[in-house]
Every structure is written in C-alpha cells, then in structure tokens.
C-alpha cells in the first residue's frame, strides 16, 4: 500500500495538447469554469444581470471612466446608434444611426477627455465632455472612414483608410495634436502648421486590422505583419519600422496591455510581446485544441479582455470543442483563459459574448428597494456603501436554444468570496465546473512500471468553500491502454463539511478522475488529495 501526496493542484493548469500519460501529475487534461492560481483551483468568476437590452441590437460596450463617482457605459448597436448607461439611472439614446445592420466591429477609446467611437463603415463619432450627445468627428474628412481609431500620445490613429471611393487599407494616418477636452483640429497632412500626417506601409501584403499603444510606442498590426510606430517629432513627426512578418491579429479588439507587454489573438496562435520580441503562451499547451475547434467563418466575432482582479486575459472566440454549451449562438461560447502570474491554462463558457469592457456599477440595494435573495447576490454591506471598484462588463446576446432568452449586459464577478456585485447570478449564463485528468499512469510516483495495475482505495480531498452547499463529486475511472478513454464508474458525493475521505476499488493501469462542484454555483478552493493506492503487479 502507498499514500500518494497530491498537493499544488493549481500550478500547471490544463494542457489539452500533450498525451496525457507525459503530463505532470497535477496537470489536468480539461478544465473549465475554474481558475488556477499556482496553489489552489478556484471557481472561475460568475456572470450577473446588470440590465436588460431587449429593445436594442447591442454589439459593442465601452466603460466610461469617471473621476467623481459612477462610471457611465457606452453600448453600440448593429445600425450604428449609441446609447449609454449611467448607474442608477436608464438606458438613454446618444445617437441614432441610420446604417445597415450589421455585427462589424466598433472601436472605442478616449483622448483629452473626450470620448470616440467607430466603426469600419461608416464616420467615426466623438463627444466632447461638454456635450451630452455623440456628432460626427470634428474636421474629420468628409467621405473617409478608418477600420480602427485609437489614441497614442496626444494623437488620434486612423487605420486602414478608405477616402472617398479609394482604399488604402496599409494606410496609418495620424491627428493634430489634440488639446484638452478638445478633439484635434485638423487631418491635413498637407498643412506645415499642423502636426498631422500619414504614412502607407506598403510592404505589407494585408491591410491593417488594428493597433494598441506600448509603452512609448504603437504597435500596428495586420493579420500577418506587425509594426512599430514611434513619435519621433521634427520633419517627420512619426517612424515606422517592421517588428514581424510572420504574426499579426486576428480581429479588432484583440489585443491587451498587461505588465508592460502585448497579448495577441492571431489566426494560428496566442503571442505575448515587449515590442522587441515576442512569444507564444500556448503553444505545446493549448493551442491545438483552441484553433482545431475556432469557428473559421466566426473569426469577425473574436475579442480579447484584460481582467485585472484576477490576473487572467480572456481570449473569446466562437468553439465546437468538446466541452461547449452554448452551441447554437451567433458570438463567442468559449474564452481560453490565461494567467499570466501564474503561466497556466483554463477555459470558460460563454454565454454568447460579442463585447466586454471595465466599469463601476452603482449597484447598492436596501432592504427596502432590494428584492433579490442572499443565495444568488454579490455584494457585501460594506462594499453597498459606496464602492467604486470596477469589474469586466460584458454583453451577452439573445440564444434561445441556448436557454439566453434575451440581449443582457452582464457583470463578471465572485459567487462567495470577495465578491463585489450586488446583481443577481445569471444563472442561464453561468455553467457549471469541470475537472477531469485521464491517463496517470503513476510510474516516477510509484517507482514502478506502466503494466503495473493500480488499485486506489481511498481518496482524501482537501477543500474548502464558504458556500451553504458543501457537495462536490468524484467521479473515478480508468483504462489498460494510454490511448484509450478511461471506463468511469458512477459519481460520488463529497460532503466537506461532514467527510474526509471517499472509499472506492477502482483499478488498471492508467487511473483517471473527474471533479465538478456539485449543482449550486459556489465559490471554492481544491488545494489538493491524498491516494491511496496499492499496486498489484504486472498483467
């Protein structure tokens, strides 16, 4: 007989792309809806209904920052219109648009306090923080339109131009410089006063698709060629010069700053860069399960988000692996999810995701005015007080063979622990755990060869959780040949407030294992288990 130690379960996290019988122990082969935090696995965070978008066509949000309370949420529809919502108050209209609907995507971004969104169609839009509505950028050209406007320094960037009834899709053009609370004064490159220019990167072979700021620089990218453009004032005010030519991006609002670095969504792979090289994340980890079941057709859909509170940069995409849910929507089902503090691997269920963003939500509920329970509400009494933390916004589309009966903005959040939002849980948008490692065959554990057949007698979890249901379920399997699926026996409930051990003869020569957190959604911690075992020989 030999006790098995299983401790650090969080410090690999899932690698799907490795024969499971050359992971390390406490790798596991699928996972979703948790987070692995180096020590310990944790419930990934849970959706909550913020508002109900019903009677729009929402396709794009962008957090509003507010130096003096609340943040206000900007959303964009399919026809172009602009509504925007301020906490405690209602969806109010900020522009009406008069374009074909379509799910092209916007870009947002902010400069001297000013507000600008676009999109690849039609003429980018602003508001000046003495305005309460969205016009037609100001001295912006009439006919052209930019796939991508974002900020840089005191500049706007427009990327990938169409003027008038030609296109220069390797086009970069750059603003006046802008002044505060004003949008830049002029386009003209051809005004000597004026700051403003362009630069054609005709050594690309693709048009550009998006860009983002890095540190001192901007950093372009098409889907097959990345470039560095560095103000370098005088004569030519900007330089540009090549960084790749063999990586790019794969849709607008792929790309996220964190610690100082880039993480990109491309076509074939997901990068890190310093803007002096660059890296893949998933590469011999994930990558082959994240691009074999990517929806080819539904790339337009991809969106990338930085969340902060957990350290994790979620990459969202349209999936048919073998873990989805959310099957029959139009947008994102999936986010393959990476910590970056920890360099491990998860995924997470979406529940038809086309956008996200950050932003405060006045949420705080009396016992007058609340009619939501304790069992589904974020919040703490002392963060009703008057908290102006921000947490990822969302918007979730109408799918009603996926049980989504209507367009929603969400909150991203904790169920138990640490929680911020006092929103309901969105229960039709909240999937549950799953934990499952196949193929161990114990051979450096036990010192002992891969015919040896295992028997596990027991197993002792070591968990935790706040929740008021203390039920997670093993489900214990196994197989005689590495490269078959493991034959599982039936699920056995755990209670860890009332047991410490689970009793069972499961055996063979590769031993597998599942975990999920029972039916109730709950915050928890899987620090780790003890096996014992008992070899039994060759056969």
């Known amino acids: 007989m030999s006790v098995l130690p299983v401790r650090n379960l969080g410090n690999v996290g899932v690698i799907t792309d490795v024969d499971p019988f050359n992971l390390p122990f406490n790798a596991f082969t699928r996972a979703k809806n948790v987070s692995f935090d180096g020590a310990n696995i944790k419930?990934?965070?849970?959706?909550?209904?913020?508002?109900?978008?019903?009677?729009?066509?929402?396709?794009?949000?962008?957090?509003?920052?507010?130096?003096?309370?609340?943040?206000?949420?900007?959303?964009?529809?399919?026809?172009?219109?602009?509504?925007?919502?301020?906490?405690?108050?209602?969806?109010?209209?900020?522009?009406?648009?008069?374009?074909?609907?379509?799910?092209?995507?916007?870009?947002?971004?902010?400069?001297?306090?000013?507000?600008?969104?676009?999109?690849?169609?039609?003429?980018?839009?602003?508001?000046?923080?003495?305005?309460?509505?969205?016009?037609?950028?100001?001295?912006?050209?009439?006919?052209?339109?930019?796939?991508?406007?974002?900020?840089?320094?005191?500049?706007?960037?427009?990327?990938?131009?169409?003027?008038?009834?030609?296109?220069?899709?390797?086009?970069?053009?750059?603003?006046?410089?802008?002044?505060?609370?004003?949008?830049?004064?002029?386009?003209?490159?051809?005004?000597?006063?004026?700051?403003?220019?362009?630069?054609?990167?005709?050594?690309?072979?693709?048009?550009?698709?998006?860009?983002?700021?890095?540190?001192?620089?901007?950093?372009?990218?098409?889907?097959?060629?990345?470039?560095?453009?560095?103000?370098?004032?005088?004569?030519?005010?900007?330089?540009?010069?090549?960084?790749?030519?063999?990586?790019?991006?794969?849709?607008?609002?792929?790309?996220?700053?964190?610690?100082?670095?880039?993480?990109?969504?491309?076509?074939?792979?997901?990068?890190?860069?310093?803007?002096?090289?660059?890296?893949?994340?998933?590469?011999?980890?994930?990558?082959?399960y994240i691009f074999n079941s990517l929806d080819t057709n539904s790339t337009s859909k991809c969106f990338t988000y930085h969340n902060d509170i957990t350290e994790e940069i979620y990459f969202c995409y349209k999936s048919a692996d073998d873990m989805a849910e959310f099957t029959s929507g139009s947008a994102c089902n999936r986010a393959a999810v990476f910590n970056y503090r920890h360099n491990s691997w998860s995924f997470m269920d979406l529940p038809n995701l086309v956008s996200s963003s950050t932003a405060n939500l006045n949420n705080v509920n009396t016992y007058a005015s609340s009619t939501l329970t304790y069992d589904n509400t974020g919040g703490t009494y002392l963060g009703q007080g008057g908290s102006f933390s921000r947490h990822p916004i969302c918007i979730s589309l109408q799918s009603t063979a996926d049980g989504l009966s209507n367009n929603q903005m969400l909150a991203l959040d904790f169920t138990d622990e640490n929680t911020q939002v006092a929103l309901p849980l969105y229960s039709a948008g909240t999937k549950p755990v799953h934990l499952e490692r196949i193929g161990l065959d114990l051979d450096q554990e036990l010192g002992a060869s891969v015919d040896t057949y295992k028997t596990i007698r027991k197993i002792l979890p070591q968990i935790s959780t706040l929740s008021t249901d203390k039920t997670f379920n093993f489900t214990l399997g196994a197989s005689d040949i590495p490269t078959l699926l493991p034959t599982y026996s039936t699920p056995q409930a755990f209670d860890v407030s009332t047991s410490y051990k689970l009793d069972t003869r499961e055996s063979g020569r590769y031993l597998s294992y599942k975990i999920d957190a029972g039916t109730v959604v709950k915050d928890f911690t899987i620090s780790g288990f003890d096996l014992d075992l008992l070899p039994l020989g060759r056969r």
């Open 43 to 288: 419930r990934s965070p849970v959706f909550r209904t913020a508002l109900d978008l019903s009677s729009i066509s929402p396709t794009f949000v962008f957090g509003r920052y507010s130096n003096t309370g609340y943040d206000s949420i900007l959303v964009g529809t399919s026809n172009y219109s602009i509504f925007e919502f301020t906490s405690g108050g209602s969806l109010t209209s900020k522009y009406t648009g008069s374009a074909s609907a379509t799910t092209k995507a916007f870009t947002g971004t902010t400069l001297s306090n000013v507000d600008y969104l676009n999109r690849g169609d039609q003429a980018p839009l602003y508001r000046l923080p003495s305005q309460s509505t969205f016009t037609t950028l100001a001295n912006w050209t009439s006919g052209h339109k930019c796939a991508s406007l974002r900020s840089y320094k005191d500049f706007l960037i427009a990327l990938d131009l169409t003027e008038g009834a030609s296109t220069f899709p390797t086009r970069v053009r750059f603003s006046d410089v802008a002044l505060a609370n004003q949008a830049p004064s002029s386009w003209d490159a051809t005004d000597t006063t004026k700051s403003a220019g362009f630069n054609d990167i005709v050594q690309m072979d693709t048009a550009i698709i998006d860009g983002a700021t890095l540190g001192s620089n901007f950093i372009i990218y098409s889907s097959d060629q990345v470039w560095l453009m560095e103000f370098v004032g005088g004569t030519f005010i900007m330089n540009f010069r090549k960084l790749f030519d063999d990586a790019g991006v794969i849709n607008q609002n792929c790309i996220v700053e964190a610690e100082g670095r880039h993480y990109v969504f491309d076509r074939d792979d997901i990068y890190t860069t310093d803007a002096v090289s660059r890296q893949s994340i998933c590469d011999g980890r994930v990558r082959n």
